[in-house]
């Protein structure tokens, strides 16, 4: 083992006002002595940091890196004591190894192929120009987190599960309250309950009478009532927070980069490198840990058995030694392979419809309001804190000329 390891600091909760893109530079530097660093959690456990590309994607494909829930004893922010963590709930497949996780996962590979959620491009322009046509009739200022990035995955997905939209209002203030990193632990648990609540009788209305939609579809299956509500817990959650979050950080990457926002509404051929490239750069899903179940070796390191890590998307999108000048966004970037949407098994599920989203949402929105630009200097915008599970925008005020 080598004799000067780095021991990356305490992660921070913020990142530095004016940097809303970059990762926390205690990451950055992290990464600057080597791929793998030394990280004391809070309570005094010994685990491991893990920054570089390489290193991430090959935890990631390696079987003796679980994701199991019970295991996370550790987190890089609180420390738990002695509090025992339960196996993660029947459905909730992302905190399961195999073979529970792909009981859950094999059913719906076929629901999230590239065909079949490019057969939703046409849903996707009608929902996003409905949303653009109310915006305009509103007309400027408007907060784009609200009135744009928010609603339409919340519509999609809404659709594709069966879930009424005029329900969409509660279940997108409990994922917010879930993911945006700064709820109470009564919050959180008020808000998992009634989640829980909510999705019950959504399986149970399904049942009684089965709809065009992905948990319908379902029924058919030896599922249980209990695993089909933690699958929809994983679906919505995902599906929603995720692209919201990208279509907000996104919009506002762009407006800080009006070079390369010229090129894009220039050349539509741009898109898709376009939504590549922003989903390397912004990195939102930042964060995420595994647990060794056996003795490993790892980056020239020798890691326990039991041990934690903390695998960072964020600087792993960032590494010098997987793309050419990593920290300037590129929309014509050739170098991809981003692992934004992870890799291996647990890799995103709803990939495929997150792009489709974005390719549809970024051009629409750009081409219908030529001088959209932020309604407040860049400095206020009010962005999540980084103990938020995804990464991105309370809010963003922009305007135009009406």
Same mark, same amino acid.
């Given at each position: 083992?080598?004799?000067?390891?780095?021991?990356?600091?305490?992660?921070?909760?913020?990142?530095?006002?004016?940097?809303?893109?970059?990762?926390?530079?205690?990451?950055?530097?992290?990464?600057?002595?080597?791929?793998?660093?030394?990280?004391?959690?809070?309570?005094?456990?010994?685990?491991?940091?893990?920054?570089?590309?390489?290193?991430?994607?090959?935890?990631?494909?390696? &079987?003796?890196?679980?994701?199991?829930?019970?295991?996370?004893?550790?987190?890089?922010?609180?420390?738990?004591?002695?509090?025992?963590?339960?196996?993660?709930?029947?459905?909730?497949?992302?905190?399961?190894?195999?073979?529970?996780?792909?009981?859950?996962?094999?059913?719906?590979?076929?629901?999230?192929?590239?065909?079949?959620?490019?057969?939703?491009?046409?849903?996707?322009?009608?929902?996003?120009?409905?949303?653009?046509?109310?915006?305009?009739?509103?007309?400027?200022?408007?907060?784009?987190?609200?009135?744009?990035?928010?609603?339409?995955?919340?519509?999609?997905?809404?659709?594709?599960?069966?879930?009424?939209?005029?329900?969409?209002?509660?279940?997108?203030?409990?994922?917010?309250?879930?993911?945006?990193?700064?709820?109470?632990?009564?919050?959180?648990?008020?808000?998992?309950?009634?989640?829980?609540?909510?999705?019950?009788?959504?399986?149970?209305?399904?049942?009684?009478?089965?709809?065009?939609?992905?948990?319908?579809?379902?029924?058919?299956?030896?599922?249980?009532?209990?695993?089909?509500?933690?699958?929809?817990?994983?679906?919505?959650?995902?599906?929603?927070?995720?692209?919201?979050?990208?279509?907000?950080?996104?919009?506002?990457?762009?407006?800080?980069? &009006?070079?390369?926002?010229?090129?894009?509404?220039?050349?539509?051929?741009?898109?898709?490198?376009?939504?590549?490239?922003?989903?390397?750069?912004?990195?939102?899903?930042?964060?995420?840990?595994?647990?060794?179940?056996?003795?490993?070796?790892?980056?020239?390191?020798?890691?326990?058995?039991?041990?934690?890590?903390?695998?960072?998307?964020?600087?792993?999108?960032?590494?010098?030694?997987?793309?050419?000048?990593?920290?300037?966004?590129?929309?014509?970037?050739?170098?991809?392979?981003?692992?934004?949407?992870?890799?291996?098994?647990?890799?995103?599920?709803?990939?495929?419809?997150?792009?489709?989203?974005?390719?549809?949402?970024?051009?629409?929105?750009?081409?219908?309001?030529?001088?959209?630009?932020?309604?407040?200097?860049?400095?206020?915008?009010?962005?999540?804190?980084?103990?938020?599970?995804?990464?991105?925008?309370?809010?963003?005020?922009?305007?135009?000329?009406a």
């Amino acid at each position: 083992m080598s004799e000067t390891v780095h021991t990356a600091p305490a992660l921070p909760t913020a990142r530095p006002p004016g940097c809303p893109f970059d990762p926390p530079k205690e990451l950055l530097q992290a990464r600057e002595h080597g791929p793998i660093s030394r990280y004391l959690f809070p309570g005094g456990h010994e685990g491991w940091l893990v920054t570089g590309y390489d290193l991430v994607r090959s935890v990631l494909a390696d &079987p003796r890196f679980s994701s199991r829930k019970e295991l996370m004893r550790h987190h890089p922010l609180i420390d738990y004591g002695d509090i025992e963590v339960p196996p993660a709930p029947p459905g909730e497949f992302l905190l399961m190894d195999e073979p529970r996780h792909s009981r859950y996962r094999k059913p719906l590979v076929g629901k999230f192929t590239v065909r079949r959620m490019r057969l939703l491009t046409e849903r996707v322009e009608q929902i996003t120009a409905a949303h653009l046509d109310a915006m305009e009739q509103a007309g400027p200022p408007a907060d784009l987190v609200t009135a744009f990035a928010k609603p339409i995955p919340a519509v999609v997905i809404c659709e594709l599960l069966g879930v009424p939209y005029e329900d969409r209002g509660s279940f997108q203030e409990n994922i917010d309250m879930f993911l945006g990193g700064e709820a109470t632990d009564e919050e959180l648990y008020a808000a998992y309950l009634a989640t829980q609540q909510y999705l019950a009788e959504l399986v149970a209305a399904k049942r009684a009478n089965p709809t065009d939609d992905v948990l319908s579809d379902l029924l058919d299956s030896d599922l249980t009532d209990e695993e089909l509500r933690g699958m929809a817990l994983i679906l919505l959650s995902a599906g929603f927070d995720t692209t919201a979050n990208m279509l907000a950080l996104g919009t506002f990457a762009l407006l800080r980069n &009006p070079e390369q926002l010229a090129a894009l509404r220039a050349d539509p051929a741009l898109t898709e490198p376009a939504v590549e490239e922003l989903l390397r750069y912004l990195s939102v899903a930042k964060t995420f840990t595994r647990v060794t179940l056996e003795d490993v070796e790892l980056g020239g390191q020798s890691v326990k058995a039991g041990t934690t890590l903390i695998l960072s998307y964020n600087t792993a999108n960032r590494d010098p030694e997987r793309f050419t000048d990593p920290h300037v966004l590129d929309l014509g970037r050739r170098d991809g392979g981003h692992l934004a949407f992870g890799h291996g098994i647990h890799q995103c599920l709803g990939q495929q419809l997150a792009r489709v989203e974005l390719r549809v949402a970024f051009p629409a929105l750009l081409n219908r309001f030529p001088g959209l630009r932020l309604a407040v200097p860049a400095e206020e915008v009010a962005v999540r804190p980084e103990t938020a599970d995804i990464y991105g925008l309370k809010s963003l005020p922009v305007t135009w000329e009406a």
